[in-house]
């Protein structure tokens, strides 16, 4: 069972700056799709950013130019470097992945999520 760990969370004041990371047990394969999502209290789990094997990348529009998504060299690894955060971006963020290459279909939101997710890990921005 491929298990996926978030880490970096925490409580930062609005403007402030944070940076999660995404490890994973899988060591044979690589991800082909991984992505950030987000839920706050209340709300529907929304997607935050997505990156292909490949590279290419999608950022919500709530995030364009505050956050960078992007791999580490061990390609099953991942951040999100969360800049300017503003007190909307308070929620649980779960790194999700998969094996699949189904990238394009997670941008266009004909799926709502990928294979694998992690456990989350809680953003608070104080205002």
């Known amino acids: 069972q491929v298990q996926l760990v978030e880490s970096g969370g925490g409580l930062v004041r609005a403007g402030g700056s944070l940076r999660l990371a995404c490890s994973s047990s899988e060591r044979f394969f690589t991800f082909r799709t991984m992505a950030w999502f987000r839920q706050a209290p209340g709300s529907q789990r929304e997607l935050v950013a997505a990156?292909?094997?490949?590279?290419?990348?999608h950022l919500a529009d709530s995030v364009k130019g505050r956050f960078t998504i992007g791999r580490d060299g061990n390609k099953n690894s991942m951040y999100l470097q969360m800049n300017n955060l503003k007190s909307e971006d308070t929620a649980v963020y779960y790194c999700s992945a998969e094996l699949k290459t189904r990238y394009d279909q997670l941008i266009s939101g004909r799926i709502s999520g990928l294979d694998f997710w992690g456990q989350g890990t809680q953003v608070t921005v104080s205002s």
């Open positions: 990156i292909s094997m490949r590279g290419d990348t």
